[in-house]
């Protein structure tokens, strides 16, 4: 009861109503990713109450999954990644002229999709923060390895360029005062880089300022010529798609516990699977309801599945997931085991900021139909331009710092230089994220034990973890094999 009181007589419920309608916005827009959303709204967090902000930014996550499917059901651009799925049968009742009925569709099943995750992660969270006392530096540096291990499953089309983008995000981890000597390293004498360099920074630059710099060079969105209103399903509808919506859901909690799995992939498997079940194959892909509940109520559930491993071991499974991980840490929290005790607080705000932002999602999605339908046609210079200023001056805003504006824009034209060539950018977001963890704790745990290597073995949970790490990393390269290997000519 306390914690409802403190839920109602502070701010999180409109952090949670504003984050999901920022969410919205920005996932209605083709090519604003969930994760580049959330990095803009990301420096404009610093000075709130933690608990507030670490509220607004997962409420604008869950509110960009749903927002993509909007441009992805009206003009056949998905504003997502994860939304790619929902264009096939989505646009095809748009052309029907179902439109508001495919958008009540994939609210409701977002809806549906988001309660459910939010449910598997209250339960598996919860348990795996229990293991909390038994963690060493030992173990927590076996934590770290486990999370940069994932690197291989991230690098899907080059093992090698995922490699290097992990490499670079260790290497610009050291940069800053050694956690143990207490020497800089690598400052160039520029006191600016004494604490190292902000991870938030990287996010903004590599997630949004990259992005906005490849968004600038593609053609402008299509004008939208009607402005349908939501329908929502009624009791038929909602048993025909029920089947779907759990297909949806299953997947996309199995895939958002997964490092490098996602609403995108679990939005593809849904779809596919839901048309495996179907009574209705043959309405697949000409318009059926089924194909944009599936893939709405997975990539919708993933918004909450992909932080059980960040708040449990303080490993990001998503793009999205690492933005928020940044978010903890720019108001002092720091994900993990010990969270659950620490801050027992700040997760339990989570909780319930995500049951109203699902809430939010429902109300906020039918009244702000009107103004993403307008922003999806704007010119692309004007939106760019805004984005632009937006980033600026939210960095800005953190330290009143130059030095850190101009950092961000380097980071930017590196993000840039990266999805030119083909890296992937969650490597090395790990690498920079997972960096001190993996060092400070393989020094302390070497003073402990005299320099001897012996006691990350003889340590049980650190020799688990490492064990762990290892199958994971021999398991993704036997994949990469495979996936790489010529197949025969017939």
């Not at 902000?198 to 060079?217: K, R, S, W």
């Not at 001056?393 to 590196?414: C, N, R, T």
């Not at 012996?454 to 290892?470: E, G, H, K, N, T």
Request: aromatic share 8%; glycine share 12%.
């Amino acid at each position: 009861m306390l914690i409802l009181e403190s839920l109602w007589s502070t701010w999180i419920v409109p952090a949670a109503f504003g984050g999901v309608a920022w969410g919205i916005l920005g996932g209605a827009l083709p090519g604003i990713s969930p994760s580049i959303t959330m990095a803009l709204l990301l420096p404009l967090t610093y000075g709130m109450d933690p608990t507030v902000a670490i509220v607004m930014l997962a409420s604008t996550y869950v509110g960009a999954e749903y927002g993509g499917s909007i441009p992805a059901i009206l003009i056949r651009t998905p504003g997502t990644n994860a939304a790619a799925a929902t264009v096939v049968d989505g646009y095809a009742m748009k052309q029907q002229g179902r439109a508001g009925e495919a958008l009540g569709i994939s609210l409701y099943s977002g809806f549906v999709g988001g309660l459910f995750g939010l449910a598997m992660l209250v339960l598996l969270a919860e348990p795996l923060s229990n293991v909390a006392l038994a963690f060493t530096p030992q173990a927590y540096f076996a934590l770290g390895v486990l999370g940069l291990s994932v690197i291989a499953s991230l690098s899907r089309e080059s093992l090698i360029k995922g490699l290097i983008a992990g490499v670079l995000g260790l290497m610009i981890s050291t940069i800053g005062t050694d956690p143990v000597t207490g020497t800089s390293r690598f400052t160039f004498d520029s006191p600016d880089l004494l604490s190292g360099i902000p991870p938030i920074l990287v996010m903004v630059g590599l997630f949004a300022i990259g992005e906005m710099l490849a968004q600038t060079g593609e053609p402008s969105l299509q004008d939208v010529p009607e402005r349908p209103r939501i329908r929502f399903p009624g009791p038929a509808m909602w048993r025909r798609i029920a089947l779907p919506q759990l297909i949806g859901s299953v997947i996309g909690t199995m895939e958002g516990v997964m490092p490098g799995g996602g609403g995108a992939v679990s939005s593809f498997l849904a779809y596919n699977e839901a048309r495996r079940w179907s009574r209705h194959k043959e309405e697949f892909g000409k318009g059926s309801p089924e194909g944009i509940a599936a893939p709405e109520a997975a990539n919708n559930t993933v918004a909450c599945t992909a932080l059980v491993p960040m708040l449990s071991l303080g490993i990001p499974s998503s793009n999205s997931a690492a933005v928020l991980l940044g978010g903890f840490l720019l108001h002092g929290l720091l994900p993990g085991p010990m969270l659950f005790v620490q801050n027992p607080d700040v997760v339990d705000g989570l909780f319930l900021g995500l049951f109203v932002a699902n809430i939010a999602m429902v109300i906020v999605g039918y009244l702000i139909m009107g103004p993403c339908i307008w922003l999806v046609s704007r010119p692309k210079p004007y939106l760019m331009a805004f984005i632009y200023a937006l980033v600026v001056s939210g960095v800005f805003a953190i330290e009143a710092s130059e030095f850190h504006v101009a950092v961000a824009l380097a980071f930017g034209v590196l993000g840039y230089v990266m999805r030119s060539a083909g890296v992937p950018l969650l490597p090395m977001v790990l690498g920079v994220v997972l960096g001190f963890l993996v060092e400070s704790n393989y020094r302390r745990a070497l003073v402990l034990s005299g320099g001897d290597h012996m006691i990350f073995i003889q340590d049980r949970l650190a020799a688990v973890l490492l064990s762990l790490a290892l199958i994971f990393i021999v398991g993704s390269l036997y994949r990469h094999a495979i996936e790489t290997r010529p197949k025969p000519r017939a």
